[in-house]
């Protein structure tokens, strides 16, 4: 593997206190993350083992950051993923600064029992968080936690927002903070999501990444479900890593937590300034590939193609570069978008990776300054003239760039109906080329510049009168036949000297001011 200039950086800051979410599977650990950090960050459902990986988050607790993990539910028995989900859950013990224990209210069962084991270590950091009490009913039932000889216990409901106010002033006294009045400032990073089919390697590019296991590596498809984050440097830049879902077909999504898992899976193109999207090249592309290549364009993303296992390749012949040409004769949608094969699981050519992603950040916040794209804009007329319509020529009279992250442009038309899409082609191919747009999805939006509005309205009657007089003359000059209009293109003429009769008055306006 060779050296790389990466500062993996813990998915969990430690320069910020950590509160951990530990519970045994179903008591509404998720519920309540998400309650606190006021957003669906993790995929609640009645299923059990639905929290897999620990998900870390930033948290604003009385606005002052923390750092709260919602982790896997603890199970005694384990079978599959049971074993290592339990051992990471388990593992934040030790690392945390505050525990938020979750039970029911309504029963307490042999996992509840071997976590009050697993916690008599930790129980000067414990609050005990009885979950569940959704109504006055049951408000009585907290008192029988106390047997447990926790100092702090406190009952909630996460479903319905109940007691989550005397939940955080309890955790902000352990912590000696008090509530901010203003909001720390947002730490900028530039954010990869990594999508794909199933089992492409994104965990294990992930984990290379961030250099700790955030996310679980197993040949089961499906295993990553809820949008897993990590952090690291490269080259001085900070980034977020985004891991997701594997993204299948609608047909082949059978569980209602897969088809969350691939919603959020695609949501995450929003949050992210560059997608990598990954290709298994055992397996090659697939239709899905093809939909979620249009997905990352269509919201105008930075993307990378990722060939990934190059190191399960046969090495025969130009094996790669017939991979290579079959990508980008499958994807023309991407024919901008970099490819760069890696090995995720060997940690091969992961520097070029990160340099490509680079590269793409930097022409996604490019900014054009107007003029120089006038400029362009002129000469690009004159080395190739617009098609010529019915009312003749098409013209791109300027443009300007109204956005970046994504990189929009607005041209000012002649006229827009019909304009044709080969001219904006062009402009496009140009715009790539010259400057400095060639990896990064483009759109260029129309807009018909509208003519004086004097010259065509029914008042007042000068105006029309001057225009009708220079059509007149011009005529006389230039010997238009009668019934021009009736012959080949004598519509599209008599439009020109009209717009040309235009222009003169309009000058002549100016000029009289």
Not at 254 to 281: C, F, G, H, P, Q
Not at 481 to 490: C, N, R
Request: aromatic letters at 6%; hydrophobic letters at 35%; a positive charge.
């Amino acid at each position: 593997m060779q050296k790389l200039e990466i500062v993996n950086k813990a998915d969990i800051d430690t320069n910020l206190p950590l509160i951990s979410i530990i519970g045994r599977p179903n008591v509404g650990k998720s519920t309540l993350f998400n309650r606190l950090i006021g957003k669906r960050r993790a995929i609640t459902d009645p299923t059990p083992g639905v929290t897999r990986d620990p998900i870390p988050e930033s948290w604003l607790l009385g606005n002052n950051r923390v750092t709260l993990v919602d982790s896997g539910g603890v199970k005694l028995d384990q079978e599959g993923l049971d074993g290592p989900v339990t051992e990471k859950s388990l593992s934040l013990l030790s690392q945390s600064d505050l525990i938020i224990f979750v039970m029911d209210c309504m029963e307490v069962t042999p996992e509840d029992q071997m976590l009050l084991k697993e916690l008599r270590p930790y129980t000067d950091k414990v609050v005990l968080a009885v979950n569940k009490v959704d109504d006055v009913s049951r408000e009585d039932l907290i008192w029988n936690f106390y047997n447990f000889g926790y100092q702090r216990v406190v009952g909630i409901s996460a479903a319905h927002g109940l007691g989550i106010e005397e939940l955080e002033d309890t955790l902000l006294g352990l912590l000696n903070l008090e509530r901010q009045e203003e909001e720390p400032e947002e730490i900028e990073t530039i954010k990869l999501a990594i999508l794909g089919k199933p089992n492409t390697g994104k965990s294990t590019l992930t984990n290379l990444l961030t250099g700790r296991e955030i996310s679980l590596v197993s040949s089961i498809a499906g295993t990553t479900r809820d949008v897993m984050r990590g952090t690291f440097t490269y080259k001085g830049t900070d980034y977020t890593v985004i891991d997701t879902a594997g993204i299948r077909r609608k047909s082949k999504v059978e569980e209602d937590v897969e088809y969350y898992s691939v919603n959020r899976a695609i949501k995450t193109i929003d949050d992210a300034d560059v997608v990598l999207l990954m290709i298994d090249v055992t397996e090659g592309l697939a239709e899905q590939d093809k939909k979620i290549a249009q997905l990352i364009v269509r919201r105008g993303k930075g993307v990378v193609l990722v060939l990934n296992k190059i190191d399960a390749l046969k090495g025969v012949g130009n094996e790669l570069e017939a991979i290579k040409d079959r990508v980008r004769f499958l994807f023309p949608v991407l024919n901008f978008a970099p490819l760069v094969p890696i090995s995720a699981l060997e940690g091969d050519e992961i520097g070029k990776l990160l340099d490509t992603v680079w590269a793409v950040w930097r022409q996604l916040n490019k900014r054009i300054d107007t003029n120089v794209l006038n400029d362009c804009i002129r000469r690009w007329g004159e080395e190739y003239e617009p098609p010529r319509g019915a009312s003749g020529h098409y013209k791109v009279l300027y443009g300007t760039q109204v956005s970046i992250t994504p990189v929009r442009f607005l041209l000012f038309v002649n006229r827009i109906k019909d304009f044709p899409e080969s001219y904006l082609s062009y402009i496009k191919n140009l715009m790539r080329k010259e400057l400095g747009f060639s990896s990064i999805p483009i759109e260029i939006s129309l807009r018909e510049r509208k003519r004086n509005p004097s010259l065509y309205e029914k008042g007042p009657k000068k105006e029309e009168a001057e225009i009708s007089k220079v059509i007149k003359e011009r005529s006389k000059r230039s010997a238009l036949p009668k019934g021009v209009a009736k012959k080949p293109g004598g519509k599209a003429r008599l439009g020109k000297e009209r717009e040309r009769a235009e222009k003169i008055v309009r000058n002549q306006k100016q000029k009289r001011r």
